[in-house]
């Protein structure tokens, strides 16, 4: 779930090697390609269409892995977070919901509409216990957070192994 490459883009600006972007929609990989080509990165960013989850025995570890509002529209948030919380080789980012009773309240309103209407997408509100958790079985740990009313920003970063 890249979507259109908003933090490859940046992290690539500022001096990333590489960077690559795994999403399922054709759309968003789409965007995200004519955005590499505008910014005279396309030299330096991967593409891989799919479901991260899927394709992960073919990902490779990064410095850096991020996840910018993916979990909330993931159903399997387990297996997202531990297969992409095992590929940080230093740094990892998420951008999730905020586990407040409102949002939690709003996905299910949210996805009572998509019923209505007929669409197959669901909003999911995981707790972010759980996925601080998995992160830490990962061994990583919180580095810096910052919220707003409804996202939470968190980047962990790995512990080194001691000896």
Do not use: K
């Not at 490859?8 to 001096?15: K, V």
């Not at 995200?32 to 025995?57: K, M, N, T, W």
């Not at 073919?58 to 977070?81: F, G, K, N, Q």
């Amino acid at each position: 779930g890249g979507g259109i490459g908003a933090v490859d883009h940046e992290l690539l600006a500022e001096g990333a090697t590489s960077a690559m972007l795994v999403d399922a929609s054709a759309p968003s990989r789409e965007a995200a390609r004519d955005e590499a080509i505008r910014r005279g990165h396309l030299d330096r960013f991967h593409i891989v269409g799919g479901d991260f989850v899927e394709q992960s025995p073919e990902i490779e570890s990064a410095d850096i892995v991020t996840l910018d509002r993916v979990i909330c529209c993931y159903p399997d948030m387990e297996s997202l977070v531990r297969l992409s919380a095992a590929r940080a080789r230093r740094l990892y980012g998420l951008v999730l919901p905020r586990d407040r009773w409102v949002l939690r309240l709003a996905a299910r309103l949210e996805n009572a509409w998509f019923r209505l209407r007929g669409l197959q997408y669901r909003a999911f509100a995981h707790p972010n216990s759980r996925v601080d958790a998995l992160a830490a079985e990962a061994g990583l740990r919180p580095r810096d957070e910052r919220t707003t009313f409804v996202w939470r920003v968190v980047l962990y970063e790995r512990v080194a192994a001691t000896t």
